[in-house]
């Protein structure tokens, strides 16, 4: 299982999108990971 760090400003939608799209696939199982923490500069 891979742990994910994730770095984003989050200023778009895209960027929140693209987070949650990762989320859903690793709750599904689509993605042998999970996102460990996310770090915000925000």
């Known amino acids: 299982m891979l742990n994910i ?3 984003s400003t989050g200023r778009d939608e ?3 999108q693209l987070l949650q ?3 859903d696939k690793s ?3 689509d ?3 999970k ?3 996310v770090f ?3």
């Open 5 to 7: 760090g994730w770095f």
């Open 14 to 16: 895209a960027a929140r």
């Open 21 to 23: 799209a990762v989320q």
């Open 27 to 29: 709750h599904s199982g």
């Open 31 to 33: 993605i042998n990971g």
């Open 35 to 37: 996102i460990s923490f």
């Open 40 to 42: 915000s500069n925000r």
